[in-house]
């Protein structure tokens, strides 16, 4: 397969909401390219990107596919992500080795969340950013509208270099702003084009956007401004330059019009790409790590050699895959390498190049490039392999916090090990997906960016490791603590025909301010106890506070204080001041008005305005208060606190009242009394499991 150097290769990433055609318009690139023989189709399940039999069955994205193309001498890398919210933070891995972001808007539907959240994934890494307003062939389509959307939530950078001719069933036409020339597809879905004069009735409007192109790329440059000045006009050459300056340094958001499904305006979107999108020694500098100290390094061939994985895969009878971007130098089969992570070295096996499944050996990929290679020992996402006499380390990659946490137990005794061992490796090929064993709770809990995305992982544990788990609700990490001061006298003794024991502890306990924990101290004064019993005695009231005495849930915020006792110059010993300091203990916090406290949940809900009503009406249903609302770029912030308790499987309440359009985030925040009457089923349900268990 033909090699390609730096200056030939262009990284894209496919962004947007989901159902706005991403994989479509991958489809259709790689169709007009002669990648592949036939144009695919999402609802079919025939398309290269989508390809695993999760995204053919549901019909979207569910993770990132890597594709490649080449149009007019070049090499474009095409990522292909998610765009369902469940699965869309995994662009936040695509954005660190991508070169420009090709954020799709559906022609009806405009900016929605899902649009919102990506351009900023895109800002954050510094990323040029293009518009393809796609869909235009569906009926209401409205190229304008959508235009002006995304202005008001993106601002006045957006500008179109495309205009569309008769949006909606019939769209087959695009006008190019920069040559003022119209083009014509066939409506058979091949692509092919032809150049026609633009009607009369546009020419005005076209003139009038080509020298606002004009203007975008003088302003791009100091000297090419003060020669617009002086001559009014731009040389073709110059305003090619001017422009991808004024692209790259996100000063214009270029906009396209497109069908991915009838291939109209595919051709000239990619004849832009290949002119005005960087090539990646062209594309801003990376931060790096050398020598402990960070630095900025353009990818560059005469670096020594260095690599990023930004994907980790697990494939049936192959084993891992890791996608990989070449930071410097090239690389090639056989080379050894150092993690940075592991600091052990990992020796390259075979390297590929994908389009989505489809795998094709290659002897070298030069700085720039994208590819993956297979069985790596001991790499996962994030990791950087550098040569081992220049040491460089790339930053990891920062995914969001899960959202959502489900209890998990195996259906068959036995299948706790294949178990652990499976979400692992899904834990490893998805770093946004977490799992871990929670000792108070006493349940494995699996973690996630929401609802279908945990159900997603679990089906792929049946399908690659054969075992079945259920999901239950979470146990609520409630907290034990009390209202007023409580005392106790406690005395603890056995007889028993050998040796006795014996102890007496004095003890009142106070409570604390919110988050204060536990504090232990003594009072004693006098020979009545022996100090070295002091520790005993704690040691059996940290037992009590770990184990529960209400309902089983840990105690919190108070202060005890052990001011006197009794002891027996044989019986008494450690373990019997322990058993006394726990008895001691009990007595106290049930005489000092005992209570629960709930978690509370900071939530952020971002919205439609025209949700906001339901959404703040079920919030007040789940016993929550709400802190505000501000706008978010053309959606509203809805910021409340909520209980824990209130917010299991809130995902699929949030889908329903906003048809999909609506996200939350929610973080513990603090703790705080539950209602008497809810505390009151939780206590009666902790005496039902402890009664179970006898």
């Known amino acids: 397969m033909k090699e390609y150097q730096t200056e030939e290769i262009r990284n894209i990433v496919l962004l947007g909401h989901a159902s706005s055609g991403k994989t479509s318009l991958a489809e259709a690139m790689l169709f007009t390219a002669g990648a592949t023989s036939r144009l695919g189709r999402v609802n079919d399940g025939t398309t290269i990107s989508d390809y695993h039999e999760d995204e053919i069955a549901r019909k979207f994205s569910i993770s990132s596919s890597l594709l490649h193309c080449e149009w007019r001498n070049k090499k474009i890398n095409i990522v292909d992500s998610p765009g369902y919210l469940d699965f869309i933070v995994e662009s936040k891995a695509i954005t660190r080795v991508a070169n420009m972001a090709l954020i799709v808007v559906h022609a009806r539907s405009g900016v ?113 401004l003060e020669k617009f000045f002086e001559e009014g006009t731009l040389s073709e050459e ?79 009878h192959i ?42 050996e290659i002897a070298h990929l030069h700085a720039g490039d994208l590819g993956t290679v297979v069985k790596l020992k001991n790499t996962h996402t994030s990791d950087t392999l550098s040569d081992p006499k220049t040491l460089v380390m790339y930053p990891e990659i920062k995914f969001p916090d899960p959202v959502i946490q489900v209890a998990v137990e195996a259906k068959s005794r036995g299948d706790e090990e294949k178990i652990s061992t499976g979400l692992q490796t899904l834990s490893d090929e998805d770093p946004t997906v977490s799992f871990h064993f929670d000792p108070e709770l006493k349940q494995t809990i699996l973690s996630g960016q929401g609802e279908l995305h945990l159900t997603v992982i679990l089906e792929r544990l049946k399908q690659q490791f054969n075992v079945e788990i259920n999901q239950i609700p979470p146990r609520i990490p409630y907290r034990e603590t009390i209202k007023k001061r409580g005392e106790s006298k406690y005395r603890h003794k056995k007889q028993s025909g050998g040796a006795g ?76 001041f322990q058993i006394a300091g726990k008895g001691a203990f009990k007595e106290c916090f049930m005489d000092a008005d005992p209570i629960l406290l709930e ?34 770029g053309s959606f509203q912030k809805i910021s409340a606190k909520v209980p824990l308790a209130e917010l299991y499987r809130y995902g699929t309440a949030i889908r329903s ?36 268990k006898k």
């Open 112 to 224: 929605e969340v899902g649009t919102e959240m990506v351009f900023n994934y895109a800002k954050e890494d510094d990323l040029p950013c293009w518009f393809a307003v796609n869909q235009l062939d569906k009926e209401h389509a409205d190229f304008d509208k959508v235009v002006e959307n995304l202005k008001s939530s993106f601002g006045k950078k957006i500008f179109p270099l495309q205009l569309p001719i008769n949006a909606g069933v019939d769209f087959d036409s695009v006008i190019d702003i920069l040559s003022r020339k119209l083009f014509v597809y066939s409506k058979d879905g091949k692509g092919t084009v032809r150049e026609e004069e633009i009607p009369a009735d546009l020419k005005s409007r076209v003139d009038s956007l080509h020298e606002n192109v004009i203007e975008f790329a003088a302003e791009s440059d100091d000297e090419l």
């Open 238 to 316: 110059e305003i090619l330059n001017g422009l991808k300056k004024a692209i790259m340094s996100r000063n214009l958001f270029p906009v396209f019009a497109t069908s991915a499904y009838n291939n109209t305006g595919v051709s000239n979107l990619m004849d832009a790409i290949n002119k005005y999108s960087p090539s990646p020694s062209e594309a801003n500098p990376i931060k790096a790590i050398l020598n402990k100290e960070e630095i900025e390094r353009k990818i560059s061939e005469g670096e020594p050699v260095s690599l990023f994985v930004f994907k980790t895969i697990s494939a049936l």
């Open 319 to 360: 084993g891992e895959l890791s996608m990989f971007k070449v930071m410097s130098s090239s690389v090639s089969t056989g080379m050894d390498l150092i993690n940075m992570r592991s600091h052990k070295s990992e020796r390259l096996g075979q390297i590929f190049v994908m389009n989505g499944k489809e795998k094709r």
């Open 501 to 576: 024991q014996f102890a007496e502890v004095w003890m009142y306990i106070e409570p604390l301010e919110r988050g204060s924990g536990i504090e232990f101290t003594n009072k004693l004064v006098g020979q009545n106890v022996d100090r070295v019993f002091v520790p005993s005695v704690e040691k059996g009231v940290k037992s009590a506070c770990a184990e529960g005495i209400l309902a089983g849930y840990m105690v919190t915020d108070l202060k005890t204080v052990f001011y006197d006792g009794k002891q027996h110059p044989v019986d008494s010993k450690d373990i019997a």
């Open 599 to 632: 978690p509370i949940c900071d939530l952020e809900v971002i919205v439609p305005e025209e949700f906001m009503g339901d959404v703040m009406g079920d919030i007040s249903v789940r016993r929550g208060k709400i802190l505000g609302m501000n706008s978010e």
């Open 657 to 692: 009242m906003t048809q999909g359009k609506g996200l939350y985030r929610q973080k513990l925040s603090h703790y705080e009394p539950i209602p008497k009457d809810l505390q009151e089923k939780v206590v009666e349900e902790s005496k039902k499991r402890k009664e179970e």
